[in-house]
Structure formats: C-alpha cells, structure tokens
C-alpha cells in the first residue's frame, strides 16, 4: 500500500550506492532509481530502476569530476528523467556532491522533478577534508545551485558520517555510512508514507524548508531490545551527526521522526521526546511524527532534521579581499616597491572595493549596548535570528 | 491656598514631552501648556548624547512655559531604559504588644524592614510599593492597625534601576538647571493615566510601547504587582524594517506609520507598497505582506517576552481587567489584536484618563505616560500635606 507517490533517486556514484542499500524489496518501499553515466556503478547498485544517462557524452564511463559534462549528460536525457519521474508526488534525490555527476546531474533532475509538479528533498553529502579544496569548492558550488532549486537541503557531513561509523576496514566504513544515510532516507519514506498516529507530511517538510531557508542537517539512529527508546535518543543525541549534542543544543529546529514496529509504545515515545526537549534550547520548535511499520518489531529508528541557529553570515567575511588595495585611493601609486610590482606586470583592472558589510545585522543600534536576553541580541531583526525568508 | 502648577517632563526616545498641569475644582487635572521636540541622543530610553538632550529638553520646557504662562523651576521626571527591574520582597517584625495589637509604630517598623533590601552596590532604588501585609498566618491585609498577632509581615515590590544611568537621566535636567521634584519609573505612570479605578481594582496589565523600550506594568488590588522595562521598543521595528528592504531609516519609518500591520497574513500576497522617489532615490515597491511578515515577527517576540516574564512571575493569572496598550507604538495597526491573540486576554489601547485641557495632550496613547505623572505629582503633593507618615505609604520613594 503506497498511500503517496514517492521516490528516491540517487545520482551519481554515491547515490547510485546509497539507494542500492535501501530496503526495496518489500513490497511497500518506494521506488528506487540510479541514475549515472557510469554503467559499472549501475550494474553494481540494486536500486528497482537504473538509469543510464549521457551515453552520447561520456559513453558509459563516468565524468572524472567534471560538472560540466554531468549537467550535459543529464540534459541530453532529460526525456528520460522525466519518464521516471512522472505522477510523483515528492522525490528525495541522493547525491554526493563535489563529483561530476553528483554536481551537475542533481540540478537538472531537480528541474525536471518540479516540472513533474513534485516536492523535492535533497539529501546530499559533502566531501571529505582530505579530497582537497578544490572539491570542495566545486561541493559549496553546487550547493548554491541546489538551494536556487530545491525546497529543502539536507547535509551530511562526510567528515561526521565516517565519525560515527565502528568499522576500521575502508569497505566496512564506506558500507556502514551508506547505510546509515539510506536508513535516513527510508525512515523519512517510511514517515511520510505509512500510517502512524502523529503523522508529518509534505506540507511540515515544506514548513521547516521555508523556515530554513531550504538548509538542514541530518542525523539518525537505531536501537533495538530492551530500553530502545532510551538508548535510541541517546545515540541519537550523543553522536557524531549530531556533533555530540552541540547541534542539538543551537538547533532553532527539529524534526523528528520516530520509526517503530507495532509494538512501539506511547510511554516509548514520550522517553524520546523528553530526551530531546532537554536537550534542545527552549526556543526551538520540534515537531515530531511516529509512523509504524510492521517489520520493525522490537526496533525503533529516529531520524532527525536539524536547522541551525542562524549564524552571523560568516561567508561575509571572506568574500573581503584581503589584500590592502585601494587604502589610500587618493594618494597616487603605492609607496612600497613590493606592492608596486604586480601592477607593472599586469595591468589591474581599478575595482570598486566593496564596503565591509555589516556582519551583525544590529543596524542602527551598532554603537549602543547591546540588549541581551536568553543569549538572543534583541537588536538584530527578529525576522533575522529566525531565518525566515522576506521577499523584497 | 492654591495648588501649584504641576510640570511633567519625559525624555523619550522618540520625543521629549514637557506637560504643564493645574489641578482644578472636583481633584479634575486641566493641562495647561504642553512642549514638545523630537528628541536626539536617546537610544532605548537612555541618555546617549549629553549635550543633545540638554538642547531638547529646553526646547521641551520652553515651549511648555510659553504655552502655560508659567515659570517652570521644578519638574517631575520620568525614567526608563532597559536596566529597570522589579523584584519583591518580605518584611517580618514581631508584634510589640501582644494585649494591645498591631501599633503604628509596629507598622512603620516593619516597612522599614521590607525596605531593607539587598540589592547589588550599582543599582538604585525608584519605587517601593507595599503590596499587603500579612498577619501571622493571614494573608492579603489591607489596614493591620489594632488587629491582634504576634507576627506582621509587609510584601514590598522594589523597582530599581542601574544607578549611573537612572542620574544621567536626572543630571540633564539638573544642568539646565532644573529641580527635579521627583523620578518615577515611566511604566508605572503610564498605568496612572490610562487605567480606570475599577481595572486598577480587579487587575489589569499595562504595556507602553514607547520608541526605544517597552515597559510593562501589573496592577493589582490597587497596587503595582509588577512592573519590567524591555529594551525593545517601535525602534527596532523600524530598523528590522531597513533592514529588510534596504531602505532608510526614514522611509522604514513611513512604511511602518502608512502601510504597517501588525498582524501577518491578512494582505494579498501580491500587494506591493511603493514609495516615492526622493533625492538620490529612484522609488521602489516592497511586498505589503512581507512588511506585514517583518513587523508581526518582532512584535509577536516583544509580547511573547513579556508574556514569558510575567508567566514566570505568576502574576498574569488573576488579571480580570484585560490589557491596556499605550504609547506611541499603540498607533500601529493591529496591534490590540496581536495582543490579544499572544496574551489570550481582551485588549483595548488605552488613552489619558481624567484629564482635560489642549487637545492634542489628552488625545494621544504617547501623552499617556507624561499625562500620569501630571496626576502622580498632584497626588504625591496632596499626600504630603496629609502627613508626612501617609508619604512613606503612598508615595513611590525614591531611594536616593
């Protein structure tokens, strides 16, 4: 019984593999689909439907990380995409970000989902420390054109991801995450598609993208036996997605979905909601939803959706060329022979230096003491600290 | 012997008010003369810019003097500002006489005790306010003379500010120079002038919405139960306004007067606001609904604030009066209702009460605070003559 249209897409390599792990064998999972140029990946991933696309561009071999040729792949069979994707109602995509597929197919998929007239939820996780900048560059890129397109992001960190894995071997790490992260997904399928008493659907999903300007974090967990539901929310809490419980407490919201078997409890649930209301800041709202799936005797698994408290626009800084250019416009070419010679080589365009914008937001208030109340500055528009979205 | 002519004077963040009173047949307080300027150097209530302020309040006073026909020399000043906290406090003396009951002498001993209070080294007392006295056992006496008991307590809501600032405030004045015949803390005027007799009875809660902070008042059985200052005030709903729209602060100021509500969701979402193109302006629209959105964000935060604080405080509940709005910010639209749906009881936006004279003095929820202090001054000056033990009952001392 499938009471809404969803599906899961995972694009790329990772997400071809991430999808593969989920559960779609029973006969009330969501469909599945792998999409990516890779034919190898493919044929590895045991996803209900995969999808090859760009044969004409890459010929079935993968992108080697270039953005460019996935976003052509993906728009030279947009007919296909779009097949796949007819009549859903919400489509959760699965990405790594920061490849060639991943990056740039995710956007068009993206395009098309809406254009089908679906809801979309992006999962996507960002590359590790250790492959370099550059990537992750190309990662905080697509990302930007992910937020243009989807109504909500939700980011894993590979860095946190392998963190909270036990395995030592690389096979056992990288199968363990994906898990991880595809138990996510499910559970968040399982929320929105099985009947549960306290339910959560699109339109809740669709309230904590706008209240968050369409970013979140992810976290989930599992326990089973005796005392799950403690030690559910406690593995939930402490762990490594959760940044052992920092996240938690900075979290302005929360979404929390608690999977279960018949068996699940009321007394079960409220164990877990009080774990969670004691953690969190009493100004974040937590909206819950329990769903009951019959093969999950004896398991409860949590997933939940975190949006951050809205830091102080950091990006800004950096966006502040640092070098002294311009510092003394007025007073002709500079002084200092070191500073003088890049200009001889080339000659520099004159650039309109931009202003440093003003980081706090206190606006006319800057120079008088701050009012702080519960650890909020007051001054800063409300509209501000809540992260609401204002249409100008 | 005539009563002498009561002057008001409040340095608000927004404007500096100067009212001049004169008590007339039937205790019916006739404004005389009223002085106004558009104050600089105030932010949040508090004194910023020295020499700014000097120069407003004269012109304030000057106009006032003009307009009444009146040589000003001593004012009553009203205080406000962010660092402006309550707190109450309990005073227990042992009955002198048991065979003769509760004494006078019991009665100024234990007033002296609830008095007493530890409050940190910086800070200054405004008011004491008595809030019942207690018997033994038996709570919520109003006159414990002559009753029988071996213990009598007093209740004392103190309202207190930070030192340096509450005297920044005064010394403009003083510089002027000025006598300041008194300082009352700006909320509690306020709840003088707008609240009727029966809603000072049965409970009621006054907020002021001034420009820089909001001040909050409980009355209750006839006294303050609690009073608080929130640093936060029509100001900062304008700043989150340029804020939002890039525009000025000018412009954010004309929105919020002309085109604000403080309720979201009630204009089409499509409507668009524009305004006029001024120098160095080329004119644009804003979304009214995300005016609208912006505005009941911060308003809904003021007033779930207040609400928090007086919940904690335990003293919301037996409010039977509803809640009085006043103040500049009182003008914007929708307000009473946003209250109403925040606090869950019935709001009315409150004028000056039992007050006549210029128009524009009586007419305005921003006249009511400086309008109460007209009425605080004939009061405390009647009481005086009563007697100088009444004075220590009635009046809001000043702890300095």
Redesign the interface.
């Known amino acids: 019984m499938i009471g809404r249209k969803i599906s899961v897409v995972g694009i790329g390599g990772a997400g071809a593999r991430i999808v593969g792990q989920m559960p779609s064998d029973a006969d009330d999972g969501p469909i599945t689909f792998a999409v990516d140029t890779d034919t190898c990946s493919l044929v590895e991933s045991s996803a209900t439907e995969r999808i090859q696309i760009g044969e004409v561009v890459t010929a079935g071999f993968g992108t080697g990380g270039d953005t460019q040729q996935g976003r052509e792949a993906a728009e030279h069979d947009t007919a296909k995409i779009l097949a796949m994707l007819e009549n859903m109602e919400l489509v959760v995509v699965v990405a790594g970000l920061g490849g060639g597929v991943g990056g740039g197919a995710t956007p068009v998929v993206l395009g098309a989902a809406q254009e089908a007239g679906a809801a979309t939820v992006c999962f996507v996780t960002l590359p590790f420390d250790f492959e370099g900048a550059q990537r992750k560059a190309a990662a905080a890129k697509d990302m930007e054109a992910l937020r243009e397109i989807c109504d909500t992001v939700v980011v894993v960190r590979n860095n946190s991801l392998f963190e909270s894995v036990d395995s030592r071997d690389i096979a056992g790490v990288f199968k363990e995450a994906d898990s991880l992260l595809s138990s996510g997904v499910y559970s968040l399928y399982q929320m929105l598609a099985l009947p549960g008493y306290l339910r959560l659907d699109l339109a809740d999903l669709r309230r904590l993208s706008s209240d968050t300007k369409g970013e979140c974090l992810f976290a989930a967990a599992g326990a089973e036996g005796e005392d799950r539901a403690s030690k559910a929310v406690e593995s939930l809490l402490t762990g490594s997605l959760m940044e052992q419980g920092k996240l938690a407490e900075r979290a302005r919201l929360l979404m929390l979905s608690i999977v279960g078997g018949p068996d699940l409890t009321l007394k079960e649930i409220g164990q877990i909601m009080d774990g969670i209301s004691s953690t969190v800041r009493p100004q974040c709202r937590v909206v819950m939803g329990t769903s009951v799936d019959d093969g999950w005797i004896g398991r409860i698994s949590l997933m939940a959706i975190v949006g951050e408290k809205r830091k102080v626009r950091p990006q800004v800084e950096t966006e502040i060329p640092q070098q002294p250019v311009s510092e003394h416009p007025a007073e002709g070419p500079p002084l200092s022979p070191i500073a003088a010679q890049p200009s001889k080589k080339r000659k520099r365009r004159p650039r309109q230096e931009r202003l440093k914008l003003e980081a706090s937001?206190r606006?006319?208030?800057k120079d008088?003491e701050p009012?702080i109340?519960d650890g909020e500055d007051?001054?800063v528009?409300?509209?501000?600290r809540?992260g609401?979205r204002?249409?100008? | 012997m005539a009563i002498p002519p009561v002057v008001a004077l409040e340095i608000g963040t927004s404007k500096v008010i100067a009212l001049v009173g004169e008590m007339r047949e039937d205790n019916y307080v006739m404004i005389t003369g009223t002085g106004e300027c558009p104050s600089k150097g105030v932010?949040?209530g508090?004194v910023?810019d020295f020499g700014n302020v000097s120069a407003c309040v004269k012109t304030a006073l000057e106009m006032a003097e003009e307009s009444s026909k009146v040589a000003i020399r001593q004012i009553y000043l009203t205080v406000s500002g962010?660092h402006i906290q309550c707190l109450s406090n309990r005073g227990t003396v042992p009955v002198l006489s048991q065979e003769e009951g509760i004494s006078q002498d019991d009665i100024e001993q234990v007033v002296q005790v609830a008095r007493a209070i530890n409050i940190p080294p910086d800070r200054d007392i405004v008011h004491t306010i008595s809030q019942h006295y207690c018997v033994d056992d038996q709570g919520h006496v109003l006159h414990p003379e002559g009753m029988e008991g071996a213990r009598l307590s007093l209740d004392v809501l103190v309202i207190h500010g930070v030192r340096t600032r509450l005297n920044n405030t005064i010394r403009t004045v003083q510089d002027i120079p000025m006598d300041v015949s008194d300082v009352v803390f700006g909320g509690v005027c306020s709840a003088i002038s707008v609240l009727s007799p029966e809603q000072r009875r049965s409970g009621a809660l006054v907020i002021d919405l001034g420009g820089g902070t909001t001040d909050f008042v409980v009355y209750n059985g006839n006294v303050v139960t609690s009073a608080g200052v929130?640093?936060?005030g029509g100001?900062?709903i304008t700043?989150?306004i340029?804020?939002?729209?890039?525009v000025s602060?000018s412009q954010a100021e004309r929105l919020k007067k002309n085109s604000g509500s403080a309720l979201a969701g009630k204009a089409n979402r499509s409507q668009r606001v524009s305004l006029p193109p001024e120098v160095g302006f080329p004119g644009r629209s804003?979304?009214l609904?995300?005016l609208h959105?912006?505005i009941n964000?911060?308003v809904?935060?003021m007033l779930a604030?207040i609400l928090h604080q007086l919940e904690s405080e335990g003293v919301l509940s037996p409010i039977g009066g509803g809640i009085v709005l006043t103040g500049g910010g009182a003008h914007l639209k929708d307000v009473a209702e946003l209250v109403e749906q925040v606090f869950g009881l019935p709001c009315e936006i409150g004028k000056p009460r039992g007050i006549t004279g210029v128009a524009t003095a009586t007419d305005g929820p921003e006249y009511a605070t400086c309008s109460g202090l007209v009425q605080y001054g004939f009061k405390e000056y009647q009481s005086n003559r009563r007697g100088p033990a009444l004075k220590q009952f009635f009046k809001g001392l000043l702890g300095r």
């Open positions: 937001g606006g006319r208030f008088v009012t109340l007051m001054d528009p409300t509209f501000i809540r609401m204002i249409e100008k | 932010r949040k508090e910023v962010g929130l640093g936060v100001d900062h700043n989150d340029a804020m939002a729209f890039n602060t804003v979304n609904s995300a959105t912006v964000a911060r809904e935060e604030t």
